[in-house]
């Protein structure tokens, strides 16, 4: 049988040759030290003359995604002693644990005309044996980086036995302009920043954009009637649509059900601001909650029983949770400072949110009992996280302090490690991860 490279949560790190084992190669994480996987990528083979550039491409983009986890590191071509140029030559093993690479990814692209085939296969270099078979994906030339973020997640599901996240998109708010009088409409990006690409101008306002399940629509606030209303935009046509609010009311914060049929949100009205839900497909809405605090920034739980959400009704902002047809919440958050912005991971075990104490900002995660709280970073203003797909990394907005300050998007992993920018131009802010794409 293949043997699976897998990542273990163990205590100790594992010296560089106490990993040159038999058996499954083991990568170990501890709360604040990973010694990184070591991995090569040897250029794709270019099956005809078409095909040479976006081979190259394509491979240095799958090590790209790999090394950017923080999880892997990519062994550089300077010491590869077997120089892999085709896709179907057999693996010298022994040239590869010369220089401790543990994981092999080789690859083919053939090119007609604008349509691409991408082939590849992954081996466990210390077995000696090729990881589940070879994989073929179709697409055309001009999206080449899906096709390398294919080719990546599949690697990275078969190394960590989790699903991977690397052929998503982010829709967020793009930010220009100075401080005090900042331009916005909505963007979407490929995960990695790339491929950006603007779903509205900048005449009105906009806020907390947020991705539908299927990532086909995005709900966001729009302030373009002078009263904040949410819109239901379809990501492929920019149509939209409208959530139906009365005269006076301030509708903000949505979110899609899981099945993408119900938003949602909430919705001030004479100095009241509670939690509604709308049926988008019927129109039907529904109150969820009645009280005299603050209620706002709802998620749904990946299977839509229940809703995590902020209130101040206990003299301070903290984080709530209720069942998602309303009734009595119960408080999950009891650490210092005050607690926003609750996002339900997509495994269904933590919670992520923004804190504020001590005049700093954090990005965190706790149980949905509450239990297990950890700060993931701090600044001057971190705010907003969203989840990966598969629920190990976490992307927030971080502004600067000062009158010229900038806003921009980074990452973390669950961890606490990794932190870094998502390498975009000009500002940005209110980030919504979607799923993968189909």
Known sequence: MLKRLTILMMALVLSGPALAQSGPLRLVITDGVIEPLPFAVPTFEAENGEAAQVASDISRLVAQDLAGTGLFREVPASAFISQHSAFAQTVAYPDWRAINAQALITGAVFVSGNQMTVKFRLYDVFSGAELGGGLQFAGTVDGWRRMGHKVADAA?????????????????????????????????????????????????????????????????????????????????????????????????????????????????????????????????????????????????????????????????????????????????????????????SPRGDLVAFTKQNAGRFHIGVMRTDGSEERLLTASFLDEGPTWSPNGRVLMFMRETQGAGGTSSLYSVDISGRNLKPVPIQGGASDPSWGPLQP
């Open 156 to 344: 990275y599901s078969r190394i960590t036995g989790e699903s991977g996240y690397f052929d998503s998109r982010v829709v967020f708010v793009a930010e220009s302009g100075p401080k005090d009088n900042r331009a916005k409409r909505l963007a979407v990006m490929d995960y990695d920043g790339a491929n950006l690409k603007y779903l509205t101008d900048s005449g009105s306002i906009v806020l907390a954009p947020r991705f539908s399940p299927s990532g086909d629509r995005v709900l966001y606030t729009s302030f373009e009637s002078g009263f904040p209303r949410i819109n239901v935009l379809d990501v492929a046509s920019v149509g939209r649509q409208q959530i139906t609010t009365a005269d006076g009311e301030m509708a903000f914060s949505p979110r899609f059900s899981n099945d993408g049929r119900q938003v949602i949100y909430s919705l001030a009205n004479g100095g009241n601001t509670d939690i509604y839900r709308t049926d988008l497909v019927t129109g039907a809405s529904s109150r969820l909650t009645e009280a005299p605090s603050i209620e706002t920034a709802p998620s749904f739980s990946p299977d839509g029983a229940q809703i995590v959400f902020e209130s101040d009704r206990s003299g301070s902002q903290q984080l709530y949770i209720m069942s998602a047809n309303g009734g009595e919440p119960r408080r999950i958050s009891f650490g210092e400072g005050r607690y926003g912005t609750p996002v339900w």
